[in-house]
């Protein structure tokens, strides 16, 4: 059985950190990019960051540059997004995907998604 399991999220005031987990089961991450998207009440899904298959290569949109870091450990299958100096603008659903591709591309890539992992940012 595919399943790929979001963690970590939760209330955190301005200022704040967490840490979101993405993990696998029933499929290796170890030849996919792997991304981290988020959706605000009302808006659109956005990119966040990605990482290559090899944890090489990583990107960011601009506003998390600085403050998020993305990391994978393939021994253990799972992916995760350490977001630092949280902004109440940020509050939303956090999902991660997997890309068809072992470098990050464009979201049309992506092709398996987890349920999503809530973050609230809040005082």
């Known amino acids: 059985q595919l399943q790929f399991v979001e963690s970590g999220g939760g209330l955190v005031q301005p200022g704040g950190s967490l840490r979101l987990s993405c993990a696998a089961s029933?499929?290796?991450?170890?030849?996919?990019?792997v991304g981290w998207f988020r959706q605000a009440p009302g808006k659109e899904r956005e990119g966040v960051s990605c990482?290559?298959?090899?944890?090489?290569?990583?990107n960011y949109a601009d506003s998390v540059k600085g403050r998020f870091t993305i990391s994978r450990e393939n021994a253990k299958n799972t992916v995760y997004l350490q977001m630092n100096d949280l902004k109440s603008e940020e509050t939303g659903i956090y999902y991660c995907?997997?890309?068809?591709?072992?470098?990050?591309?464009?979201?049309?890539?992506?092709?398996?998604w987890g349920q999503g992992t809530q973050v609230t940012v809040s005082s």
């Open positions: 029933g499929f290796t991450l170890n030849y996919r990019a």
């Open positions: 995907a997997a890309s068809r591709l072992t470098l990050c591309g464009t979201r049309s890539d992506y092709y398996y």
């Open positions: 990482i290559s298959s090899s944890g090489g290569s990583t």
